[in-house]
C-alpha cells in the first residue's frame, strides 16, 4: 500500500505553547487529507477534512481556530494544535487519499502537554 | 454516515480461520464497504474494500451479503501478529468520502 508519514512520532510541549504536527504522503499525491484525535483505548474520531488548496472543514465541535489545518500541497497537510492544554493530549493521526477509494493512515502523533 | 454494527471484542487461535461480522442494515447502494485494523500505538492499517461482490486479498476475504446489511472480515489462518483492533466502515461514494470510525472488534489470538 501508499506511504503516509507523520512526523513527529511523539511531542511533550508546555501548556500555552502550539504544536505542529506533519503529514506527508510519499509515494503518491493526496488529493484529500483527513486528520483524526484517539483518546485511551478509545476509537478515532475525525476532526477535519481538507482538499488541496482549499480551507478545511471540520467536524461538529471541533474549533478550528484551534485546530489549524493546511494543506498546501498535494504531498503536506498540517496540523496545529495552538495554546494547547492538558487536555489536548491524545494520539492524532492522519489520513490521506488520492485518486483511488482505499485511504492509508500515517502512524500517529503522540502529543503530551504538561 | 451509515452506521455500522460490530462485537466489541472476539478471540481465536493462532492458524485458525477468524470470521469477523458487520452489520450494515442501513447501507445505501453507494456505500463501499472498508476494513481497517488498528494495532496499538499505530495508525490504523487497511484491509480490504467492497462494494457488492465478494473481494479476497493477500490479507483477507470479504464476504458480503446479497443483500450487503452485512459482511464478513475472513482471515484464513490468523497469526499472533492479527491480534488488533477490526474497524468496519461504510463509506460514501460522494462528497468528503470521509471514513467515520465506530468502536471495532478487538480481535485477540491465543498461541
Known amino acids: 500500500g501508499a506511504v503516509v508519514s507523520q512526523h513527529p512520532s511523539w511531542v511533550i510541549c508546555k501548556s500555552g505553547t502550539s504544536v505542529k504536527i506533519e503529514c506527508r504522503s510519499l509515494d503518491f499525491q493526496a488529493t484529500t487529507m483527513f486528520w483524526y484525535r484517539q483518546f485511551p483505548k478509545q476509537s478515532l474520531m475525525l476532526m477535519a477534512t481538507?482538499?488541496?488548496?482549499?480551507?478545511?472543514?471540520?467536524e461538529q465541535g471541533v474549533e478550528k481556530d484551534k485546530f489549524l489545518i493546511n494543506h498546501a500541497s498535494l504531498t503536506l497537510s498540517t496540523l496545529t494544535v495552538t495554546s494547547a492544554h492538558p487536555e489536548d493530549s491524545s494520539f492524532y493521526i492522519c489520513?490521506?487519499?488520492?485518486?483511488?477509494?482505499?485511504?492509508?493512515f500515517g502512524q500517529g502523533t503522540r502529543l503530551t502537554v504538561v | 454516515d451509515a452506521k455500522t454494527t460490530q462485537p466489541n471484542s472476539m478471540e481465536s487461535n493462532e492458524e485458525e480461520p477468524v470470521h469477523l461480522p458487520c452489520n450494515h442494515s442501513?447501507?445505501?447502494?453507494?456505500?463501499?464497504i472498508h476494513w481497517y485494523r488498528q494495532l496499538p500505538s499505530q495508525g490504523p492499517e487497511y484491509v480490504i474494500h467492497?462494494?457488492?461482490s465478494n473481494v479476497n486479498n493477500r490479507m483477507a476475504s470479504l464476504a458480503i451479503a446479497e443483500d450487503r446489511k452485512s459482511s464478513t472480515l475472513i482471515l484464513h489462518r490468523a497469526t499472533l501478529r492479527d491480534a488488533a483492533v477490526y474497524y468496519c466502515?461504510?463509506?460514501?461514494?460522494?462528497?468528503?468520502?470521509?471514513?467515520?470510525f465506530g468502536q471495532g472488534t478487538r480481535l485477540t489470538i491465543n498461541p
Open positions: 442501513t447501507i445505501s447502494g453507494t456505500d463501499y
Open positions: 489520513s490521506a487519499r488520492g485518486w483511488g477509494i482505499e485511504a492509508f
Open positions: 466502515i461504510l463509506r460514501l461514494l460522494q462528497g468528503a468520502q470521509k471514513l467515520v
Open positions: 481538507s482538499n488541496e488548496g482549499s480551507k478545511a472543514t471540520y
Open positions: 467492497g462494494l457488492t
